[in-house]
């Protein structure tokens, strides 16, 4: 099925007002956490050509992702839409884009309750309604999520994602409260035991949570490092296939996967990226799929900065290593205090207590046998992702290979965004080309 050209598909016009009303935004938010300078500083994004540039780029991804992943659920609406010249001069359409616009990080039910209770005169000659109002509101969820999620605008989601999560733990608790009070029969003593326990956690969720930005969603633990790039390029099948793999059983019943390669082609910066995806988006993913702790440990020994390649501290070398991280991230410091004839038992116990992800990054470098029985021995329901440059027989393996042109003709235009230069395309082929299309990351 051919692509959508959203240049084209959508309204200069309404392109115009989405990219207005996002600086609009952006610049409010921004105004109230760091003061009015900063904001109106911000409204000088609409001149920024490399800005335009990430805005269109995104509006393509949204587009290329709409039809990929709708097309397997519903391969009549997706063409039916693709095909629909007026899709985005309908005024529905256009309505409820903004206000998902202006509400980032909302889930997809309260979407649907808030924009419409149907899209009536979107493909109206279509009997069954609610096929397309789920089709149009992935459309839209497709877009908002692209853009918000531009390095520019992550911030801002951050916060705003945050302060929706807050929302939503204050509601529960009231819910959780008006529900014990309905239990006439419970007896008056552990109702009160009972209402007091839900205030208490309702306040460690709300203190988790915190008052300043963060790409974590709510009572998340984990240790991850930030990402040395702006934008992760690229790898959405891998991404899609490691996810997939991660999944709970009976869905997924391997408990390890592993992503080779040869080195430089980017193993840890997709074992990283499928890492922070869980974080930011843990309120949108079933409970069941959740990961309530996601433990980062590396087995690098140097990096490579602008400086050139240097050591790098804190490197894992050995099984111990992996406990440390576990017990400072799971804030179970015992686990380094007790007897080492103890220690296995008491990692297992501390992992059984929660869904958790462990990444083992570059585990070619680590000479401790007793890491590999670990990793095959893991207990449910944890689950790891290891980079390597060789194959594991226990694991599902995540090949790696060069990155494809089209990804790759995105990186550089990000980079030369941020060195403010500009390459033709042909330049920009013979780059690739250059530097080797097989090793591209």
Not at 427 to 434: A, G, I, P, S
Request: net charge negative.
């Amino acid at each position: 099925m051919p692509g959508l050209n959203p240049l084209s598909f959508i309204p200069t016009d309404f392109q115009q007002q989405m990219f207005n009303q996002l600086i609009d935004f952006l610049s409010e938010q921004a105004g109230k956490v760091l003061g009015d300078e900063v904001g109106t500083r911000l409204k000088g994004l609409r001149s920024d050509a490399a800005f335009i540039r990430q805005f269109e780029a995104g509006l393509k991804r949204a587009a290329d992702r709409f039809v990929k992943e709708y097309e397997a659920e519903d391969e009549d609406l997706t063409v039916a839409i693709a095909d629909d010249p007026t899709f985005f001069k309908n005024e529905e359409i256009q309505a409820a884009l903004l206000w998902m616009l202006e509400h980032p990080g909302t889930d997809l039910d309260r979407q649907r309750e808030a924009v419409a209770q149907s899209f009536a005169t979107v493909l109206p000659a279509r009997k069954k309604r609610a096929r397309v109002d789920q089709a149009v509101l992935y459309f839209l969820k497709c877009l908002t999520e692209e853009l918000w999620h531009l390095p520019e605008l992550q911030p801002i989601y951050s916060l705003q994602f945050q302060r929706m999560t807050a929302e939503a733990t204050r509601h529960q608790v009231e819910l959780q409260k008006a529900q014990l009070h309905a239990q006439l029969e419970l007896n008056s003593g552990l109702r009160e035991v009972l209402l007091q326990l839900t205030d208490a956690i309702g306040e460690r969720k709300l203190l988790a949570a915190g008052d300043t930005p963060a790409l974590s969603g709510p009572q998340v633990f984990h240790n991850l490092p930030q990402p040395d790039h702006g934008r992760f390029v690229g790898r959405e099948d891998e991404v899609k296939q490691i996810i997939r793999i991660l999944r709970p059983y009976p869905h997924s019943q391997y408990p390890l996967v592993t992503i080779d390669g040869i080195g430089g082609i980017g193993k840890s910066a997709l074992a990283l990226e499928v890492a922070h995806r869980y974080l930011r988006n843990y309120a949108q993913i079933p409970p069941e799929e959740r990961f309530d702790a996601v433990i980062w440990t590396s087995a690098k020994q140097n990096v490579l900065t602008a400086e050139g390649i240097v050591p790098r501290q804190q490197a894992l070398r050995t099984l111990d290593d992996i406990y440390t991280a576990i017990a400072i991230t799971l804030q179970r410091e015992g686990i380094t205090r007790v007897r080492p004839e103890e220690q296995a038992e008491t990692v297992r116990n501390a992992l059984t207590r929660q869904r958790t992800l462990l990444i083992v990054d570059n585990l070619e470098t680590v000479d401790d046998k007793a890491v590999m029985e670990f990793l095959r021995e893991l207990p449910a329901p944890t689950k790891a992702i290891v980079t390597t440059r060789h194959r594991l027989d226990v694991a599902y393996p995540v090949r790696l290979t060069g990155m494809p042109w089209a990804d790759a003709q995105l990186l550089i235009a990000d980079e030369c965004a941020k060195k403010n230069v500009s390459l033709s395309e042909d330049n920009q082929r013979r780059l690739y080309e250059r530097t080797g299309a097989s090793h591209w990351r």
